[in-house]
């Protein structure tokens, strides 16, 4: 696949980086309740053809099982065109699994590893030969910076970065604290 038909396949999975965890405990279950609620920000794709387009998106997401995983859905808007989106993502062993719209069987990406860090998740992203990686920042309560990067010749380059805001933020605190 080439890096613009990525480019378009990772603002489908958009969506998913607000909705990884921590580890299979009481960490894992804070994170996902902190990534609970609407959000919204700009974003931009970073490299290849369509580098410099500017999109906007705005997602809400809810628990599966505050430890186990996480869906998260809403739109992102180029212009005068909107794309759904929708994402799943949920522990398998001590990795996660998931996929954006209907995974990479249909026309979404697979969710196919993963590991949490604190406030910092990074899963692996797979569709047929294209092998990428997104990875979550919470970066404070009310702020997620997503960066979503695809393996060229070996090395990750980065396409799209996000930064989504807590809709609301004055009213909402989360288990994470500064």
């Known amino acids: 696949m080439s890096l613009q038909r ?27 309740k902190s990534v609970e609620g609407n959000w919204s920000g700009p974003g931009s794709i970073v490299a290849g053809k369509y580098k410099g387009t500017k999109f906007f998106c705005n997602f809400k997401g809810s628990s ?32 996660y699994r998931g996929q ?14 993963g590991r949490l860090s604190g406030k910092r998740l990074i899963v692996g992203i797979n569709r047929k030969q294209l092998k990428g990686a997104m990875v979550a920042n919470l970066k404070n309560n009310n702020r997620l910076n997503l960066t979503i990067s695809v393996r060229v010749s070996g090395e990750l380059i980065p396409v799209i970065g996000i930064t989504l805001d807590r809709k609301n933020a004055r009213a909402r605190k989360t288990a994470f604290n500064d």
């Open 100 to 113: 954006f719209l209907d995974g990479a069987k249909g026309k979404g990406l697979d969710i196919v590893s």
């Open 64 to 95: 599966i099982n505050r430890r186990t995983g996480m869906d998260i859905s809403g739109t992102c808007r180029v212009g005068v065109f909107t794309q759904k989106m929708s994402a799943k993502v949920y522990r398998s062993g001590r990795s």
């Open 6 to 32: 990525y480019c378009k396949s990772a603002l489908i999975g958009v969506a998913a980086a607000c909705s990884i965890s921590v580890t299979a405990n009481a960490g894992e279950a804070r994170y996902f």
